[in-house]
């Protein structure tokens, strides 16, 4: 398995099981986000929002890219980490222009989750509102205790 671990704005693909980072210091790092699902479908791109820099941004966006790679079809769920504070998340266009709401899943104790469904060649870009206006110092990945 391969995750996705976003840490100081820099993305690194990481053999780990999911959700979880490797090890350092005897503690494994819990990933924002992550794919559960057709294994043809993968994330590409997690970044900022381009609202976000605008100098009246009123809230925190975190762009993810998706596209399915084989020319079939399937389904993820995408998997939010239970420390990334999402109140809502949109499906947008490339150019990130909101075209509908999503429905947000949330576990008690675990991850929210978004159910995602793939065409041939199919680009999705999700949209993520954050609960709190963050600065880019304030963005890390707590350590969680194996």
């Known amino acids: 398995m391969v995750s996705i671990l ?3 704005g820099l993305i690194n693909l990481i053999p780990s099981p999911v959700g979880t980072a490797p090890k350092q210091g005897g503690r494994r790092r819990a990933l924002p986000f992550w794919l559960k699902g ?3 479908i993968f994330l590409e791109t997690i970044k900022r929002g381009e609202d976000d820099f ?3 941004a009123s809230s925190t966006t975190v762009i993810l890219r998706m596209y399915e790679a084989f020319g079939g ?4 769920k995408l998997h939010i980490g ?4 999402v109140k809502r998340a949109y499906v947008t266009n490339i150019l990130e222009d909101v075209k509908g709401d999503l429905g947000l899943v949330r576990a008690v104790n675990g991850p929210t ?8 060649f199919e ?8 609960e709190t206006k963050l600065k880019k110092s ?3 990945i707590p350590d969680i205790v194996t």
């Open 6 to 8: 976003l840490l100081h």
């Open 113 to 120: 989750t978004l159910k995602l469904d793939f065409r041939g």
């Open 82 to 85: 239970k420390h990334v504070p």
């Open 38 to 40: 057709a294994p043809n």
């Open 73 to 76: 079809h399937g389904s993820v």
């Open 138 to 140: 304030d963005m890390h």
């Open 54 to 56: 605008e100098p009246n």
């Open 123 to 130: 680009v999705k870009t999700v949209k993520l509102v954050l």
